[in-house]
């Protein structure tokens, strides 16, 4: 592998999320100088459901069976054995998912997978409080200036940024928000909420907000991450507040009410964007540049999970960041290899459930039905196949 000494780095990867760890875990046996920077330090909070899918484990576990084992052991964390899903008229359904999986608090997710960087991949320079301001291209390497300190050079660089990304904005064209394809969510940490279950994560579907719903996830140690996302399109059209009409579904959705009464919420409702996958096909790499996870617009349209994708496409990235080097080829054209792989591997799923979504956005009799239907033998596992 041929490494460039007059950079600073062969690869600089942005943002030490769930893509951007997975990516430097993928690289850990290169021999490339990896740097792997974020404007936070860790541990750091994100805001998220903290439901940790099962396919981002799966994924963990092909790079090293050990990864996913280490992160087994988290606590506070909650082993998910099946989910709840509340119709909008009430009638609720209970599935089981094959793949195993755990819902843990990012803060505490995230830092043990940084930590697996630490252990596994330690010839990784991991910058914390370095925040990427700007970058450029040039014509043999990379120039990324940070907010603060020098500039540093490399030769390949991939941006793990986020829904926010700065690697993104900068270098692809179509920077403006779609809001078809983007959803905003709010979440809040409680505890003593009454009939909440270990081991069962609760979907709540309402009449009037389709394209989304509101969640109830445990998180382990008697807390829970309740939350409420919505399509973008929907909060601009009907001038929701999102906080506040959670606050109002706690207390008025006929499978919430009452559940809070002596419920203690823990710290303010927070909110960040999903920029969802699935609906447009966008570039996710150039000249000398790729993105991962929602920095690519990954996230799961029907579910609204991205952790998954994040990991998977920050493998995809370190598997074409080793081809460029191995062949000293930057070029878009090369690396849109990279852009097929996301496609065919991740996108195509995710244009299913984006059609899925826009489809039942409209529709609260079918979802009632297919709640219904659901208990017929047999149609059980379809219904849980259309959902994923
Ligand atoms: C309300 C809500 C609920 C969600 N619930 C779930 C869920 O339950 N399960 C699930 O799978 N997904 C969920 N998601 C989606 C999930 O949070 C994301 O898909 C996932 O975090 C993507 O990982 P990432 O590594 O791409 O980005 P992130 O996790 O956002 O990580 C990006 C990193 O980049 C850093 N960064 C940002 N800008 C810069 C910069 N300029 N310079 C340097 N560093 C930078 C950040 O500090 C951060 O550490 C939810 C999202 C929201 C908003």
């Given at each position: 592998m041929r490494s460039s000494p007059s950079l600073d780095y062969d690869v600089a990867i942005v943002g030490a999320g769930p893509a951007g760890a997975a990516c430097a875990l993928g690289l850990r046996h290169s021999g490339l100088r990896v740097a792997l920077l974020d404007k936070a330090q860790f541990p750091r909070d994100k805001v998220c459901g903290d439901a940790i899918p099962g396919h981002a484990l799966k994924a963990l576990r092909q790079l090293d069976p050990t990864f996913a084992d280490s992160l087994w052991?988290?606590?506070p964390m909650d082993a998910v054995r099946n989910s709840k899903l509340v119709a909008p008229n009430g009638a609720n359904l209970v599935l089981e998912w094959k793949l195993p999986s755990f819902n843990s608090p990012r803060e505490t997710f995230d830092d043990a997978l940084l930590n697996l960087v630490r252990t596994h991949a330690p010839a990784t320079a991991i910058l914390e409080n370095t925040g990427l301001k700007d970058l450029q291209i040039d014509a043999d390497h990379v120039r990324l200036k940070p907010l603060q300190g020098p500039e540093i050079t490399c030769g390949l660089v991939i941006g793990c940024?986020?829904?926010?990304?700065v690697v993104g904005r900068k270098l692809?064209?179509?920077?403006?928000?779609?809001r078809a394809h983007h959803c905003v969510g709010v979440r809040a940490y409680f505890e003593n909420v009454a009939e909440a279950q270990s081991g069962t994560t609760e979907f709540f579907l309402t009449r009037d907000y389709l394209a989304g719903y509101c969640w109830l996830f445990p998180v382990g140690q008697g807390r829970y991450n309740v939350g409420l996302g919505m399509l973008a399109e929907v909060v601009a059209k009907h001038k929701v507040d999102l906080k506040e009409t959670m606050t109002r579904l706690l207390a008025t959705h006929p499978a919430l009410a009452g559940r809070f009464a002596s419920a203690r919420q823990l710290g303010p409702i927070v909110g960040f964007g999903l920029p969802l996958g699935g609906g447009r096909t966008r570039p996710v790499s150039g000249e000398r540049f790729l993105l991962c996870g929602d920095a690519a617009s990954l996230?799961?349209?029907?579910?609204?999970?991205?952790i998954d994708t994040a990991i998977q496409s920050g493998i995809l990235a370190a598997t074409q960041a080793l081809a460029c080097f191995d062949k000293q080829d930057f070029s878009a054209a090369h690396i849109a290899q990279y852009d097929a792989q996301v496609a065919a591997k991740i996108g195509k799923k995710l244009a299913k459930s984006y059609r899925l979504m826009r489809f039942l956005s409209t529709k609260p009799w079918l979802v009632n039905a297919a709640v219904r239907l659901a208990?017929?033998?047999?149609?059980k596992p379809w219904v849980q196949k259309a959902i994923g």
């Open positions: 052991q988290l606590r940024d986020g829904a926010n990304s692809l064209p179509e920077p403006r928000l779609a996230i799961d349209p029907l579910q609204g999970h991205g208990k017929v033998p047999g149609v």
